[in-house]
């Protein structure tokens, strides 16, 4: 049978098609309910409320949901050669998993030739005698004298990298096979103006307790496709830290990793800027460590969403850039809204309507529902056969997902809003292992 091409464009043009459609629809059912809420409430605060719980977010479900169904990427090929490769990591009081971390990069048999920096930003623990005891050809630790943060200690190593190509990989990370093959090889096969590849991350420590059964379920269901999505669309937002491959003269053009606490997205946003694409290779994997308590959940989404805000500082000129990653910047920058809107709106309204009360919660959000299950169900498909081709299973994580799809926001958006305030009020800065 016949495969037609549509072009990456196209793809767009279809999907924003379909999304701004459902958006439409949206406003027209909602009309009723939002003129009877404007009686009350008043228009400025109704069109906040039910823009941020329903029609932006609908908006981004079904433009998701499209562009999955629209999405053909090939395989890469794997190339004749592989080029020479160097990775970096960087970390701070991490003697329960470096060395593990260091096997599984050195089994990983990768084919060229390969340079391990480790670089230790001043840790209190074992983990610079550690370094010292692994003796490898391949190694190279670089102890630093004290801790001066993760975009410091990234940049020592940027500096005595050998090769052109240059990866980052967590302290607490382990490399599922062939992950660097995979790749290398999809940077190869992407366009000549790809320098950054985002790798793919899935959850580690997922059995430990209920706040790692939802995270498995948001790094597989949320993050890999929401960067498979942008990658589609030639500019994936974050080649973030655990593990991404980067351009070395691309990263030492705009000045390698800045001192931030969202030195990976700042990064990315400043290749983004001077016209380079970002790719993302959902078939390399790794498994990281995530929070195992919602305290240390709470300061890692912090760092994330306070990250969001010093690229959009550092970077403002990026929505003047015309591409189609653009998109997604704007729609970042709605984020606060819709955080907003959820806990203030959303959170109270379904409170209210427990007790028969359907202001803000009430008919018109369940046609949400179907939209979000729709959205799961082809994220579950495209990811699953995804890990079926590298010979994994989709664990049976019911209650992870029940918590993810469920309640993931109202446990999310309390730490992003704090990071949207840390970030406008200039509070201290602190880099954490998680």
Wanted: hydrophobic share 45%; net charge positive; proline share 5%.
């Amino acid at each position: 049978m016949r495969r037609y091409y549509i072009s990456v464009r196209a793809k767009f043009v279809l999907a924003q098609a379909g999304a701004l459609v459902w958006a439409a629809f949206s406003i027209y059912l909602a009309l009723p309910w939002m003129e009877r809420l404007a009686g009350t409430f008043g228009w400025p605060l109704t069109l906040f409320a039910v823009g941020g719980v329903a029609i932006v977010p609908g908006y981004n479900w079904a433009f998701m949901m499209f562009s999955l169904l629209l999405d053909r990427r090939p395989d890469a090929p794997e190339p004749a050669s592989y080029p020479p490769i160097t990775i970096l990591t960087a970390a701070y009081n991490e003697e329960d998993s470096i060395e593990a971390t260091i096997e599984s990069i050195l089994a990983q048999g990768y084919p060229g030739e390969l340079q391990l920096i480790v670089i230790d930003d001043g840790s209190t623990d074992a983990t610079p005698d550690i370094l010292r005891r692994i003796q490898h050809p391949q190694l190279t630790p670089i102890i630093m004298p004290s801790n001066g943060g993760k975009a410091k200690a990234l940049n020592e190593g940027l500096r005595q990298a050998r090769h052109e190509i240059v990866l980052t990989v967590d302290a607490d990370t382990y490399m599922y096979r062939d992950a660097l093959k995979l790749i290398v090889a999809r940077y190869l096969a992407d366009p000549p103006n790809t320098v950054a590849v985002a790798g793919a991350i899935a959850v580690r420590n997922s059995r430990k307790n209920w706040i790692t059964k939802l995270q498995e379920w948001d790094y597989f269901h949320g993050i890999s496709v929401v960067k498979r999505i942008q990658s589609l669309y030639q500019g994936t937002l974050v080649a973030q830290g655990a593990f991404s491959l980067y351009d070395r003269d691309a990263v030492r053009e705009v000045g390698g990793w800045p001192s931030c606490v969202g030195e990976d997205i700042v990064l990315t946003w400043a290749l983004l800027k001077k016209g380079y694409r970002v790719g993302y290779a959902e078939k390399a994997l790794v498994f990281t460590n995530v929070p195992e308590t919602y305290r240390q959940l709470y300061r890692q989404r912090q760092r994330w969403a306070r990250g969001m805000f010093e690229a959009m500082r550092a970077h403002p000129d990026i929505f003047t850039t015309p591409r189609l990653s653009l998109s997604f910047i704007v729609i970042n920058t709605l984020f606060p809204w819709i955080d907003l809107a959820y806990l203030f709106c959303f959170v109270p309204g379904l409170i209210a309507a427990a007790f028969g009360y359907y202001e803000f919660v009430g008919l018109m959000t369940l046609f949400l529902i179907p939209l979000m299950l729709i959205n799961h169900l082809i994220s579950f498909m495209v990811q699953s056969r995804t890990f079926g081709k590298r010979g994994l299973r989709v664990r049976r994580n019911y209650l992870g997902f029940l918590l993810y799809a469920l309640a993931c926001q109202i446990i999310l958006s309390p730490a992003s809003l704090a990071g949207y305030v840390s970030e406008v009020l200039r509070l201290r800065k602190i880099w954490g292992t998680k």
